[in-house]
């Protein structure tokens, strides 16, 4: 039996090594060569957060991607060429693959496949750990492999292990999508049960007021949570980090308010997964206020403002009180400024900066590092502000001890 029989092979569970993996990007008539190496480098924290190493980019200039398989024929036999040459796990493409397309390259490249939306719903399918995000994980995959079922699967037993291949597992196409469809409708009663638990608890917690840190991933939003809230939620440097919602009560001076961590939006993200956890989202929703961290120090902060600001549209709470805070002021020092500048030279560059943003928005904006607490008390008391505002338009004739 070959090592590519996958759907023979005896069940071994996940891979514990190491992927070796390649990425492969296309650079369509509108893009750049510059904003695809963008893409393919967020790619390639998203493999390294799942527990690939990436030891090769291929990319390719098209008018359109090819039906059969996504690349030109030459990219294809120079890719399993080096595939052959390098001993290489896995190939990842930056872009949705159909299932005849996944399947023809696993056909040729001997190795396993997986696109973005498969590198992302494996992390999620890694970092679930409550019953909803678990749920909304796997409501993501059923919805994501439907039109996607390629003759690999054996009734919801995984056969293969590693990135991409975690969740419900695999069945034969003979079982039909019946099997599939019917696993969705369960899985959206249950989440709908969930959700009315959730309303439940979201009722119970009173009348205080909701603020809630949003933004790119691995912006810093659950260290902020951290220090706001002095609780200890799981804060990495890793995209995902937070999957689950957070809510923690704090207490400024003698003023109370609830603080959500949520999970962070990301470019790219799959259809499917922002509907599967909208009932996730539906904690930003009903905020009074949200706190907009951005990772100033990333070359593309920009593109992720954007991206942030375009799903809160879609939210519909683009409206909301916002304040503006840009995270990791103490990197962006580190990488940007020169030793030989002085610190005039610096404020006033920061100055300029922040000028820059605060004429592009009606929001408030704060530069703040919560690694090393800089500026952490104006950004306190900015906050409390906002707070104390929405306490007075929401109970006006209210008496507050605060």
Known sequence: MSNWDISKQKNKGLKKEIEKAIMIGVISQKGSQEKTDEYLDELEFLA?????????????????????????????????????????DLVIFDDDLTGKQTNILEETFKRKIID?????????????????????????????????????????????????????????????????????????????????????QRKNRGQLIRVSLVGYTNVGKSTIMNMLSKSEVFAENKLFATLDTTVRKVVFDTMPFLLSDTVGFIRKLPHHLVESFKSTLDEVRESDILVHVVDMAHPNYEDHMNTVNQTLKDLGVIDKPILLVFNKLDLYKKTYFDELLDEETKEEILTDLLRKHQDSTDNQVLFISAQEKINIDTFKSTLKTLIEDQYNIRYPYQTKTW
Do not use: C
Request: proline share 2%; charged share 30%; aromatic share 4%.
């Open 48 to 88: 390294s957060t799942a527990g690939a190493t990436v030891v090769k980019r291929f990319t390719q200039k098209l008018a359109s991607p090819i039906k059969s398989t996504f690349i030109g024929s030459g990219k294809v036999e120079e890719i399993a060429q080096y595939i052959e040459e390098h001993d290489v």
């Open 116 to 200: 973005r939306s498969t590198l992302i719903l494996d992390i999620f399918a890694s970092r679930a750990q409550s019953a909803q995000a678990k749920t909304q994980v796997e409501l993501a995959q059923m919805q994501y492999l439907l039109p996607r079922l390629r003759g690999l699967w054996t009734h919801l037993e995984r056969q293969r292990g590693g990135i991409g291949m975690r969740g419900p597992g695999e069945m034969e196409i003979e079982t039909d999508r019946r099997i599939i469809r019917d696993k969705i409708s369960k899985l959206k009663n249950r989440l709908e049960k969930i959700d009315l638990q959730n309303i439940t």
